[in-house]
């Protein structure tokens, strides 16, 4: 029964694993964290995806978003660049008038 053991060298495959992505499966994760995160009470979504992406992904990401509805897409970046991993965190802020529809469909089912 032989079972791999994992060395050091992981570390280096996950991050050429991570650098191989397209912003195509960003949008993936974040449609998926879309439809089951948690929604607060003033209507904001969210997503948490660990691992810094690279800013030009984000500002085209975001731009998607924007573009396809959302009034605003905040992000956070939290590790610094002496660190391996980081998380980018996206906030989706729905429009006014959207949020006002949903409240009211809510206050109907009551």
Request: glycine letters at 6%.
């Amino acid at each position: 029964m032989n079972k791999p053991i994992l060395g050091p060298e992981i570390l280096d495959e996950r991050m050429e694993y991570m650098s191989t992505k397209s912003m195509w499966y960003f949008v993936d994760t974040i449609n998926h964290a879309l439809k089951t995160n948690s929604v607060s009470s003033d209507g904001h979504i969210t997503v948490v995806i660990r691992y810094n992406i690279d800013s030009e992904i984000i500002n085209k990401l975001v731009d998607l978003y924007i573009t396809n509805g959302w009034e605003d897409v905040n992000v956070t970046l939290t590790g610094s660049a002496g660190s391996l991993y980081g998380t980018t965190e996206f906030e989706f802020i729905p429009p006014a008038d959207e949020l006002f529809k949903v409240k009211r469909k809510i206050i109907k089912l009551m």
